[in-house]
């Protein structure tokens, strides 16, 4: 009865109605959406067609439309770029969680490898110029110079939240992301099909040539035979197929900065949150570890590529070691996929007595990161449950059969509790942040009489313990809790560290050409190598991305621990 008296009657407050800014705002990204996507089946129409004998679609095609793409990405680039410069007052904003330093760095490395890669491939398309197109050549120069201009922008721009011609802004980043996730595309599909000529051209079996296109297909019928039979035209020719992951990563980490990028076209900020950053002290960066977790990930990660090394001598020999190569491989994945669960799980466990506060604010760097964990993450479970259904459907026996098996299952662990392990730290809020603790409610009636207030007895305040003089026990429990606090930043940092490490190995093995899918026949025995071979280049790009970005992430999280 009082409390009605004292709010009145209860009406609906009326929907609220998004202003014309914001509408417009869901319009602009709307125009934005379709125009990447319509750009990207364009691309990707073109770029299966021409992994497969019966598609007239060459390989000089796709290079003129990527070709294409970049020069149009560049350009748009250089305007954004002058813009900017030209009016400061078109970026009032920058997102402090855009564009981290190591994500930074990271496309750096991978862009300098890129431009490694142009330069062996336009040597080894130039050693024999005269029975090729000119766009063969004219491609990797117009790659290097995008990738060039777009590293520069996304180091000085990626924390931009631009607040003019925010429509061609939106158009711009995602023409630009799209002209990357094209250039992944034709990277990956290339890889592919470099992965099953020499996988067919080893194994010599005629049911594997239905599926594995003729490399030699667009030199000979545009322009003619060109053999590659000079030092100088191999070396140029191995060389910028073992750098093509490097580029795959580079296309992937752009992509992931523009999406950030475009997300915050027109995003208004508070200006406190302007430095707002989960920036540690330079101080504590590399230090505060056991080093138990550094050195055992060191192990792992030589002894790794001392196997992978092992694996692909014996795998691509002659000497009939597959199936030791195969024991030796499963063995060490199945032994660094098992700590990799425990030490998740141990993290898991640890944050359990964490009680620093959840980081609630809106991110939209973090909100892709979980997206893409979990998204990339899905490649690998395929592959794993169709390795699973195959085994134990096909009953193979033998040390083999057995290890494949726990291998599959091991990456299904594996992939999920980290997956919790690396979320659950993205979430959490920088370190000595304490979770907030609202007060109870103090039981009080609230009357519309005001004359009548005064003849009521005050509400009672809530009891409140006394605080000691700062030289009392309180310093004492500061000073005895310390410590465990730091214990368990230290466990974070080393687990961090270790899971960084491993996931390093696990993307070197496949990205650099480890192919255990093929060379263990019990999925393609059993699937036939068409289906098999489809879903493996499918699923595994995915998988593979999945490690180097959660190498990202774990650096992330080890940084902010």
């Known amino acids: 009865m009082s409390e009605e008296l004292a709010t009145g009657p209860k009406e609906s407050p009326p929907a609220p109605q998004a202003g014309p800014r914001e509408m417009w705002k869901k319009g602009g990204r709307l125009l934005s959406v379709l125009l990447a996507v319509n750009v990207l089946l364009l691309a990707c129409t073109l770029i299966s067609g021409g992994a497969f004998n019966k598609v007239a679609v060459y390989d000089t095609d796709v290079f003129a439309l990527l070709t294409t793409m970049m020069l149009l990405a560049a350009l748009w680039i250089l305007f954004y770029l002058r813009r900017t410069v030209r009016f400061p007052d078109a970026v009032p904003y920058r997102d402090a969680h855009a564009g981290p330093i190591w994500l930074r760095g990271g496309l750096v490395l991978f862009g300098i490898c890129t431009l490694v890669m142009d330069v062996f491939k336009t040597g080894y398309y130039s050693s024999f110029f005269e029975c090729q197109s000119a766009i063969k050549i004219l491609h990797p120069l117009t790659q290097a110079v995008f990738v060039i201009v777009q590293t520069y922008f996304l180091w000085v721009s990626a924390k931009d939240c631009i607040h003019v011609h925010l429509d061609l802004t939106r158009c711009g980043l995602m023409f630009t992301l799209t002209t990357n996730l094209a250039i992944w595309m034709a990277a990956v599909v290339d890889e592919s099909v470099h992965q099953a000529h020499f996988h067919r051209s080893s194994h010599s079996n005629a049911s594997h040539s239905r599926l594995a296109p003729d490399l030699e297909r667009a030199g000979s019928q545009v322009g003619g035979d060109c053999p590659c039979d000079t030092a100088i035209c191999q070396i140029f020719q191995k060389g910028y197929f073992y750098l093509y992951p490097f580029n795959i990563e580079y296309s992937l980490f752009a992509s992931t900065m523009l999406y950030v990028m475009w997300k915050n076209v027109g995003r208004l900020l508070a200006s406190s949150t302007h430095g707002d950053g989960h920036a540690p002290s330079r101080v504590s960066l590399f230090r505060e570890t056991f080093f138990a977790g550094p050195v055992l990930g060191l192990m792992l990660l030589v002894v790794g590529l001392a196997i992978f090394i092992i694996y692909e001598v014996q795998v691509s020999g002659e000497g009939g070691h597959t199936q030791q190569a195969l024991l030796t491989y499963y063995g060490f994945n199945i032994v660094c996929l098992g700590l990799m669960t425990l030490v998740s799980l141990s993290g898991s466990v640890i944050y359990r007595f964490d009680r620093r506060a959840m980081d609630q604010h809106k991110n939209p760097t973090r909100t892709l990161d979980v997206a893409l964990l979990m998204g990339a993450a899905l490649g690998q479970y395929a592959i794993s449950y169709y390795s699973i259904v195959a085994v ?139 289906l098999w071979a489809a879903i493996v280049n499918i699923c595994l790009p995915f998988g593979i991305f999945y490690r180097m970005h959660a190498v990202s992430s774990l650096l992330e999280v080890y940084v902010l621990s």
């Open 392 to 530: 134990v459907m096909g009953m193979p026996r033998g040390l083999l059969g057995g290890l494949n098996l726990a291998h599959a299952l091991l990456m299904i662990a594996q992939h999920t509790f980290q997956n919790v392990f690396i979320i659950e730290s993205l979430h959490r809020g920088p370190p000595g942040a304490k979770p907030q603790e609202t007060p109870p409610k103090e039981p009080c009636l609230t009357f519309a009489n005001l004359d009548a207030l005064h003849t009521l007895p005050a509400c009672p305040p809530t009891p409140r313990l006394v605080g000691p003089s700062p030289a009392g026990p309180q310093e004492a429990v500061a000073i005895i809790l310390a410590p465990r606090v730091h214990w368990r930043r230290r466990c974070l940092k080393d687990i961090s560290l270790f899971l960084l490490l491993c996931n390093g190995i696990l993307w070197i093995m496949p990205a650099f050409g480890a192919r255990p899918h093929f060379s263990n026949k019990v999925e393609v025995d059993f699937y036939g190598y068409s």
